[in-house]
T-cell receptor, first 112, second 111 residues
Framework: DAGITQSPRYKITETGRQVTLMCHQT?????MFWYRQDLGHGLRLIYY???????DKGEVPDGYVVSRSKTENFPLTLESATRSQTSVYFC???????????FGDGTRLSIL | SQQGEEDPQALSIQEGENATMNCSYK?????LQWYRQNSGRGLVHLIL?????REKHSGRLRVTLDTSKKSSSLLITASRAADTASYFC???????????FGSGTQLTVLP
């Protein structure tokens, strides 16, 4: 079925560890986004990508790395996790950057 | 920084009543969008209104846009318990490359 899927749905890890969150979309949308959602902050953009091999920083990129070797995948890596990165992470895609975005159901990440 | 800010932060109404949420933004936009988020789920797009439009309808949803005041409102008529969710406005900054989301309004519809 067409859609956008995130994995894992839940993840617990320790500070200093590397963790990768996966995002896969089947629409062949050009744009993909990573957000984090924290109480009191709404959604904040971490990174986005306009096409394969093109990525740009969002509002809160520090501590995160992204890549987009294929149009359908957009993994987000925390190279050395910190407690402040405990959050719910959402991936989204859209045909153009300011058009309606389709969201995955999120990854709830806890860093101990 | 937040481009869109919703008001109120929380709203509780009885089933059948109308719910109105407001969004204010800071810079010029190409369009403004509203999304709904049910607990534990991702956001779902509801409606998009372009900067040259003043009002748009979709089922029980009515969105207005006042670019002179840099504000928008979302009206949900005849609310249902299933409308209980958080509602977010999102604006582009004119770059057409990304959206900025507000902090959301938590709507509770009591049966």
């Amino acid at each position: 079925d067409a859609g956008i899927t995130q994995s894992p749905r839940y993840k617990i890890t320790e500070t200093g560890r590397q963790v990768t969150l996966m995002c896969h979309q089947t629409w062949s949308h050009s744009y993909m986004f990573w957000y984090r959602q924290d109480l009191g902050h709404g959604l904040r953009l971490i990174y986005y990508s306009a096409a394969a091999d093109i990525t740009d920083k969002g509002e809160v990129p520090d501590g995160y790395v992204v890549s987009r070797s294929k149009t359908e995948n957009f993994p987000l890596t925390l190279e050395s996790a910190t407690r402040s990165q405990t959050s719910v992470y959402f991936c989204a895609s859209s045909e153009k950057g300011n058009q309606p975005q389709h969201f995955g159901d999120g990854t709830r990440l806890s860093i101990l | 920084s937040q481009q869109g800010e919703e008001d109120p932060q929380a709203l509780s109404i009885q089933e059948g009543e109308n719910a109105t949420m407001n969004c204010s933004y800071k810079t010029s936009i190409n369009n403004l969008q509203w999304y709904r988020q049910n607990s534990g789920r991702g956001l779902v797009h509801l409606i998009l209104i372009r900067s040259n439009e003043r009002e748009k309808h979709s089922g029980r949803l009515r969105v207005t846009l006042d670019t002179s005041k840099k504000s928008s409102s979302l009206l949900i008529t005849a609310s249902r318990a299933a409308d209980t969710a958080s509602y977010f406005c999102a604006t582009d900054d004119g770059s057409a490359r990304q959206l900025t989301f507000g902090s959301g309004t938590q709507l509770t519809v009591l049966p």
